[in-house]
């Protein structure tokens, strides 16, 4: 899509992350947080080079990257904020997908949150922010 001379351009900032296998990454957002994948650009052997997916409109990228994903050395530094309207729906489907349960969904602080891992070593914090009565 090209901009008009003059138009307004709209800032934004996506994650981008670096998993061992990115086609087994689509199919597990997928399953996990029913993401949808808007751009794929393959490699020359027709493997998944780098994808874009969204989570109800919320846009990350992802690279298959064996040497930079966090399974090559551990935890990674990034933590994905996943904000829903049901975190405990979310989280047990993203639990069934495949996903380690780091902390069951509480409240706290103002939040219905739970954390998983998926299995990329990525963390998810899922959660909702709750109103004020």
């Known amino acids: 899509m090209t901009r008009a001379v003059g138009e307004a351009f709209a800032t934004s900032i996506a994650p981008w992350l670096a998993v061992h ?3 087994m990454a689509v199919d ?5 947080f029913d993401a949808v ?4 650009l393959d490699d020359d ?7 874009q997916l969204s989570i109800g409109g919320a846009v990350f990228w992802l690279q298959g990257d064996t040497g930079a994903s966090p ?3 551990g935890a ?7 904000s829903v309207e049901d975190p405990v729906v979310v989280f047990n489907q993203a639990v069934a997908a495949g996903a380690a349960v780091v902390s069951a969904v509480s409240e706290e602080h103002g939040w219905r949150t739970g954390r998983v891992t998926d299995p990329f070593g990525h963390d998810w914090e899922i959660g909702r ?3 004020s009565s």
């Open 37 to 40: 994948e808007l751009y794929r």
């Open 28 to 32: 597990f957002y997928g399953a996990a």
């Open 45 to 51: 052997s027709g493997d998944i080079a780098v994808a």
């Open 76 to 82: 990674g530094s990034v933590r994905m904020i996943l």
């Open 71 to 73: 399974e090559a050395g």
């Open 129 to 131: 922010q709750l109103t």
């Open 21 to 23: 296998d990115a086609r």
